[in-house]
């Protein structure tokens, strides 16, 4: 009988897991941050509610390519150092970098079809996401498709490198078209030396927006950083329960 | 002679020397069957006069369409060359000798990378006069330039090929995978190249030309190093 218990395996908690305080203020944060691009935040006057989802669009589209390029890096590293937590972290951001490219292909044509009449274009930017979309897919069939562990991590890093090399190319090659979409509203020259200016005619947003646009890539960046832990846990939890398999 | 063998074995072949050792192997490993030539020749012919029936010639011309053909064509001719550029390794643990060779790893990728660029030329030498052929082209007054693109685009692809030919002959899925990895790395490619193709077509100004070739040398300079740089840590010791 009480082996019976012993060998249950229905809800034992797993022995010393705290409550994850990062997962919840960054909830929290994303709630927060969305109340307020609702209902305190002015409407934009000629685009009107379609422009609200900038603040899902804009934070999401950073967080992918930060989450891209935190791939490279640490796949760089993984190359130099052969630490396998580095590789851990470069899954995880891989995942989790693809659920924020996909947030950002959903609510972009949603956009694009009232402001622009199209729900796609092949725009430089639209085109670079895209592709960022198939590498990080591509990078993660190749993890599934190799079993040896430090084979795995030695072929995703170099992916990772590679694919970090391609998207300024596809960028490139696709700018020397035309291009449509709206150029960067905060990392333009011309609002950066408006906002140090002071001056409110030049800003290219109003302040409470660009609040709002701010509050929203951090509340992003957060829960970026809370999937991320619960990924890696993930996966070094698999790691030992594969290693305790194998011995 | 001998005082050669002798060095090598110390020190191994130079760079190019190792490289062009590797090529000499491969090509002459497909010189004797020619079976992935014969096939990817056929294949491209096969896709250049599918691709016509694709489209409504009344609304399209066919010197307008030409270069995509051309290029998503030599793309995919390329793909069915560079699986077997490391799928021949593969018997009788192969690679496991290659490797075991004094020859660098560096020379490996460079030499089989080498291969390939002869194989998709040569499947281009065939593939663009086909081309020419069936759609009409004036290639009279662009084929020394035409020629310049493909060799240009084939560095590039090569390059980023045989880098995903090795890393996917040893997965699971490696004929899937192989286009899943290395097709988004071909659109900086063709992209360049179909306009190239289509403004020198069109009669456009060398420079507007000159601009998309610009783009395709970085691409080159850029993935040849990389990858030549990158491959040898796809191995437990690198």
Known sequence: MTANIQSSPVAMPAPGRAVDWIAILAAVGVIGVFVRAMFFTPLELRQGAAQKILYVHAPAAWVAFLAFFLVALTGALYLWLRDERLDRFAASSAEVGLLFTTVVLITGPIWAKPIWGTWWTWDARLTSTLFLWFIYLGYLVLRGAIDDRRMRARYAAILGILGAMLIPFIHLSVYLFRTLHPLPVLASPDAISGLASGDPARRSMPPEMLTTLLLSIAAFTLLYVAFVRVRYRLAAEQDASDAHGAA | ?238
């Open chain 2, 1 to 238: 002679m001998r005082r050669d063998t002798a060095n090598w074995c110390a020190v191994g072949p130079s760079l190019v020397a190792g490289a062009m050792l590797v090529a000499r192997k491969d090509l002459a490993i497909e010189y004797r069957t020619r079976a992935a030539f014969v096939s990817a020749v056929v294949f491209a012919l096969l896709a250049i006069v599918i691709f016509n029936f694709a489209w409504d010639p009344t609304a399209v011309s066919a010197v307008e369409l030409a270069p995509g053909v051309l290029w998503v064509t030599f793309t995919f001719a390329g793909l069915l060359g560079l699986h077997r550029s490391f799928g021949v390794e593969q018997l009788d643990h192969a690679m496991d000798g290659l490797l075991a060779s004094p020859i660098a790893r560096e020379s490996i990728f460079l030499g089989k990378a080498a291969a390939n660029l002869v194989f998709v030329l040569a499947v281009q030498a065939i593939a663009i006069p086909g081309v020419a052929l069936f759609y009409n082209l004036p290639l009279d007054r662009g084929l020394l330039a035409v020629a310049g693109i493909a060799v240009l685009a084939a560095i590039g692809l090569v390059a980023v090929g045989t880098l995903f030919s090795a890393m996917t002959v040893n997965t699971r899925l490696a004929e899937l995978l192989l286009p899943m990895l290395a097709l988004p790395f071909f659109v900086p490619i063709v992209i360049p190249a179909a306009q190239a193709t289509a403004k020198l077509l069109a009669g456009r100004p060398a420079g507007e030309v000159l601009a998309w070739l610009r783009l395709l040398l970085a691409f080159d300079l850029v993935f040849v190093t990389g990858c030549a740089l990158l491959f040898p840590y796809m191995f437990e010791d690198g």
